[in-house]
T-cell receptor, first 108, second 115 residues
Framework: AQRVTQPEKLLSVFKGAPVELKCNYS??????LFWYVQYSRQRLQLLLR??SRESIKGFTADLNKGETSFHLKKPFAQEEDSAMYYC??????????FGTGTSLTVIP | KAGVTQTPRYLIKTRGQQVTLSCSPI?????VSWYQQTPGQGLQFLFE???????NKGNFPGRFSGRQFSNSRSEMNVSTLELGDSALYLC??????????????FGPGTRLTVL
């Protein structure tokens, strides 16, 4: 069964500190993984996808197939990073599975 | 380009009633997906439509149904509403819906409250 797990519902870090939002997945095939973000009073939007191997707003995420993880990292958190973050998995059948989300608060 | 729009934004219904939600995708997008968002379960995939055909369906009862029109606009219907159907219903559109290569653009959602 396909599943995405985000173990932390809430995460608080101080401004300038490193941040890591955890995501683990369960999928027997070759996964497509994404991070979506929802800022206060805004729509859910794509932050980054593993296939692009890009860094967006200082965030990176590496797919680790051995550990079935796709953790989101940023070396120095900023106040504007406070938001809800969702990890998502897309399968070959074009179904998307989202985790329950992690609410990140960056403390000034 | 105008973003994904959803109507209505808020709905209040009573148990047993039915409801229809509407989603207009970004122009040129042919794939529309629907999600149910609740605090406890996060986002759960309902179904995806492409070129007026349901391509994928999540694990929801048959009370949840949808359709897509030739202009790619989509509607979602929930019959015999239950209290547990109270949620934010999100619609997302993408060019073709192929995961990995197509970004999903989300609408603002329709907040459904069942009393």
């Amino acid at each position: 069964a396909q599943r995405v797990t985000q173990p932390e519902k809430l995460l608080s870090v101080f401004k300038g500190a490193p941040v890591e939002l955890k995501c683990n997945y369960s999928y027997s095939g070759s996964p497509e993984l994404f991070w979506y973000v929802q800022y206060s009073r805004q729509r859910l939007q794509l932050l980054l996808r593993h296939i692009s191997r890009e860094s967006i707003k200082g965030f990176t995420a590496d797919l680790n197939k051995g550990e079935t993880s796709f953790h989101l990292k940023k070396p120095f958190a900023q106040e504007e990073d406070s938001a809800m973050y969702y990890c998502a998995l897309g399968n070959t059948g074009n179904q998307f599975y989202f985790g329950t989300g992690t609410s990140l608060t960056v403390i000034p | 380009k105008a973003g994904v729009t959803q109507t209505p934004r808020y709905l209040i219904k009573t148990r047993g009633q039915q409801v229809t939600l509407s989603c207009s995708p970004i122009s040129g997008h042919r794939s529309v997906s629907w999600y149910q968002q609740t605090p406890g379960q996060g986002l759960q995939f309902l179904f995806e439509y492409f070129s007026e055909t349901q391509r994928n369906k999540g694990n929801f009862p048959g009370r949840f149904s949808g359709r897509q029109f030739s202009n790619s606009r989509s509607e979602m219907n929930v019959s015999t509403l239950e209290l547990g159907d109270s949620a934010l219903y999100l619609c997302a559109s993408s060019v073709s819906g192929t995961s990995g290569n197509n970004e999903q653009f989300f609408g603002p959602g329709t907040r459904l409250t069942v009393l």
